[in-house]
């Protein structure tokens, strides 16, 4: 039940902040332009994935060094992935909730660290917190841009019909009130 409840908690905190970073972009004025096409999400993804796994599979000597490489390789993911201040700043605030939510957790018995070595936690904890909320801004981002897309695709369809219609109902008006329509030219016109 606690295992469900958790995993489940989980992928809806990914989706929330998936979702905030395109709003945060709206809200400050600036658009997030900077390589927006899926492979680059992809690769983002990848190169978190590899983030994630080298926290757990690469011996260092000790905590220090490996929280200093992960903090690199999540800047180094943040330069070449996002590059705004709003990704950085939002990435810094997730990493900080989720390391005290992550802290509040274990100090009440609810997860268990086999070595804490930072108040409660893994001393790394913060630096991939940081590059998977970088991460699910990116995954965000592209679709709050393919959703903006669709928006305008359904708007340009329906302003179609309505021309369509319009354009009918004059035909039809025509036909009735003279026999036959004008020839001069394309009757049912588009005028987008």
């Not at 039940?1 to 809200?27: E, K």
């Not at 994630?52 to 390789?73: E, G, P, R, Y």
């Not at 274990?106 to 998977?132: E, H, K, M």
């Amino acid at each position: 039940m606690c295992g469900c409840f958790s995993i489940n908690t989980y992928y809806t905190v990914q989706a929330v902040i998936g979702l905030l970073y395109p709003c945060i972009d709206r809200h400050l004025g600036e658009p997030h332009k900077f390589k927006r096409e899926w492979s680059s999400v992809m690769r983002c993804v990848a190169v978190f994935v590899g983030i994630n796994h080298a926290s757990a599979k690469v011996d260092f000597d000790n905590n220090i060094q490996l929280s200093l490489t992960l903090a690199a390789l999540s800047i180094g993911l943040w330069w070449t992935f996002d590059r705004s201040r709003s990704g950085f700043g939002l990435g810094i605030g997730i990493a900080f909730l989720a390391t005290l939510v992550t802290q509040l957790l274990v100090y009440n018995g609810v997860y268990q660290y086999t070595s804490p070595d930072f108040l409660y936690v893994r001393s790394w904890l913060p630096c991939i917190f940081f590059a998977g909320g970088i991460t699910m801004g990116n995954i965000g981002r592209q679709l709050a841009m393919i959703l903006l897309e669709v928006k305008v695709i359904i708007r340009r369809v329906y302003q179609h019909q309505i021309v369509l219609s319009l354009n009918l109902e004059e035909y039809i008006e025509l036909k009735s009130s003279h026999g036959t329509p004008r020839s001069s030219g394309n009757v049912c016109s588009t005028k987008l």
